[in-house]
């Protein structure tokens, strides 16, 4: 018997994002909104970087981006991350963990309910890595 379905091809944890993603009424909150926006009730995905495994500005470049982001900081942009955001749950997942993931957690603050007096020793609940970013 021969299985002409699509799901033997795609790795696990595109599986997921799409079933979370595509399979539920997410709502996409971009990294500046989610700091202001109250969360939503449905899942959602929060977009926390958007370049290539080394960021803007990149190590060693010296090219007009790199060079613009040199000069203004905000121009900048941390490495490529997902995070699903399960408000029922109260879990947030990340697609790749990076070399930011400091800055990172900052953004997806709204979507979780840190301690108020310490330091959050669980701020994800899952990570799926689908390469090394390593620049």
Avoid: K
Avoid at 34 to 58: C, L, R, S, W
Avoid at 74 to 83: D, T
């Amino acid at each position: 018997m021969t299985n002409d379905s699509a799901w033997p091809r795609i790795g696990t944890a595109a599986a997921v994002l799409l079933l979370l993603v595509a399979g539920t009424p997410a709502e996409r909150i971009a990294a500046g909104e989610a700091a202001t926006a109250p969360p939503p009730e449905t899942p959602y995905v929060v977009v926390i970087g958007t370049a290539q495994d080394g960021g803007i500005p990149h190590a060693a470049c010296d090219g007009p981006y790199c060079r613009a982001a040199r000069r203004s900081p905000e121009r900048g942009r941390l490495i490529a991350s997902l995070a699903i955001v399960l408000p029922n749950a109260q879990e947030v997942h990340l697609i790749d963990v990076t070399p930011d993931i400091r800055p990172q957690l900052d953004r997806l603050r709204s979507a979780r309910r840190p301690p108020t007096d310490g330091v959050d020793r669980s701020p994800l609940d899952g990570v799926f890595l689908t390469h090394a970013h390593i620049g």
